[in-house]
């Protein structure tokens, strides 16, 4: 089995009494994959890397990092692995780059400054490392944040949101640096978006969250694969014996009838039309129409935020 270099188990918590804002959240993040974590806005995305890097407490349930517990002991050896991008990074406006990276890696142990010179080289930023952060597009300025989650050589990389508010070619040039990174130094990144769109372009495994529950989780692939898969559509009728013998001329597939609800395939939404019209034309009452696998309509209003 893929080793896992995040694990959350049965992860809960709540920012008030009334309200789970994440709940029960099983997140599996496999070494050398890059994760996409997403959601709609309000899903619990920052929510739960910030329980994930220890900095909000959870109501229960355990986060593993590197195989180890997280917890007061194990912390500050996990976190010397890990390096994150939650916000726009805070930088000194007046400096230029290089003294940027310099007053962060202060902070650190054991940089050299030959580091700092690296991951200029690694985000692109070697030309422009003399001149004030005050002349950078947000672009440059996230990409020198990225830099600067990376004077550690860390082992993962956490990102939230990486490309919000950048132009199309700060996105570029973002999405092409993850691959470049997980590519050239094997590092696994786990990056939070509400669009699937930049997920699928730059993520090797994915995690969909809604509600602040886990909704789906596998490889991209398989992700590309289901979303081409029939709808599944469960049908409350007076009659379901009757109901059945009526759509059995239809060229469906899978159809029965579990627990007296029809259970029926469609390939799309007009089909469901075919066969509502069906069961009205032998005066069969339909009580209730319910889409069994929302992951269709978890895309559409994904892809439309
Ligand atoms: N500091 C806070 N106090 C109270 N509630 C909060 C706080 N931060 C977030 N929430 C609530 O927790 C839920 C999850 O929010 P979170 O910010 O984690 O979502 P998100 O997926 O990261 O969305 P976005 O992309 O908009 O930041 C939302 O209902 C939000 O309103």
Redesign the pocket.
């Known amino acids: 089995m893929n080793q896992l270099v995040v694990e959350t188990k049965n992860l809960n918590f709540s920012?008030?009494k009334d309200?789970k804002?994440?709940e029960d959240l099983e997140l599996k993040v496999p070494k050398g994959s890059i994760y996409g974590f997403l959601?709609?806005?309000?899903?619990?995305?920052?929510?739960?890397?910030?329980l994930i890097l220890g900095l909000l407490k959870k109501n229960s349930g355990t986060v593993v990092l590197f195989g180890e517990l997280f917890n007061g002991q194990s912390r500050l050896k996990v976190l010397n692995k890990v390096g994150a991008l939650i916000e726009n990074p805070s930088l000194y406006e007046h400096l230029n780059a290089i003294d940027n990276l310099k007053i962060s890696a202060n902070y650190r142990q054991n940089i050299s400054s030959s580091r700092i010179l690296e991951v200029l080289e690694i985000v692109n930023l070697t030309n422009a490392r003399n001149k004030r952060i005050k002349e950078y597009s947000l672009g440059m300025k996230q990409r020198l944040g990225l830099a600067i989650a990376l004077l550690s050589n860390p082992e993962l990389i956490i990102l939230?949101?990486p490309t919000n508010g950048l132009d199309p070619k700060g996105i570029i040039e973002m999405r092409t640096l993850i691959k470049d990174l997980n590519k050239r130094f094997g590092t696994t990144i786990f990056i939070?978006s509400?669009l699937l769109s930049e997920i699928e372009k730059t993520c090797t495994h994915v995690g969909i969250?809604r509600n602040?529950k886990m909704l789906y989780q596998d490889t991209v692939a398989s992700l590309k694969e289901s979303k081409g898969t029939n709808i599944k559509v469960e049908i409350e009728v007076d009659n379901p014996i009757e109901a059945l013998s009526a759509l059995k001329d239809l060229k469906m597939e899978h159809i029965s009838l579990l627990d007296g609800f029809i259970q029926i395939e469609v390939k799309n939404k007009n089909e469901i039309t075919e066969v509502i019209d069906i069961l009205r034309a032998e005066s069969i009452n339909i009580y209730q129409v319910s889409i069994k696998n929302n992951l269709e309509e978890l895309f559409l209003s994904l892809t439309e935020n």
Do not use: A, L, M, W
């Open positions: 920012y008030s309200k804002d994440i959601g709609p806005n309000g899903s619990g995305k920052s929510t739960t890397i910030r939230d949101e939070s509400h969250i602040g």
